[in-house]
C-alpha cells in the first residue's frame, strides 16, 4: 500500500525542461517564453461573427490578439470596469 502510494506521488512530479547543448542562455530564455500562454482567451463564435471578426482584424492589420485588446479597449460597456 505504501508503496503504490509512492509511486503515484512519483508519477505526478512535474519534470523541468533542460536547456539544449549549444543553444545560448537568451535562445533558451525566448524559447520559454514562447511557450507561456499569459492571459489567454478562446471563445466560440457564430459563424458569421467570426467572419465579420476577421474581415475587420485584416481591414485594420491586427493580428487576433491586437484585434481582441483593440475591441475591448474602444467598447463603451467595458471603459469603466478597468
Known sequence: ???EFNDN?????PTR???PFG??????RAEVEAHKNRFYVG???KEK?????????K???FSNSSGLN??????PDLKNHA
Do not use: G, P
Open 59 to 61: 481591414d485594420n492589420n
Open 9 to 13: 506521488q512519483r508519477s505526478q512530479k
Open 70 to 75: 483593440r475591441l475591448i479597449e474602444t467598447h
Open 23 to 28: 543553444l545560448a542562455d537568451w535562445q533558451w
Open 49 to 57: 461573427n467570426w467572419h465579420s471578426y476577421m474581415s475587420w482584424a
Open 43 to 45: 471563445a466560440k463564435l
Open 17 to 19: 525542461r533542460v536547456r
Open 1 to 3: 500500500m505504501e508503496a
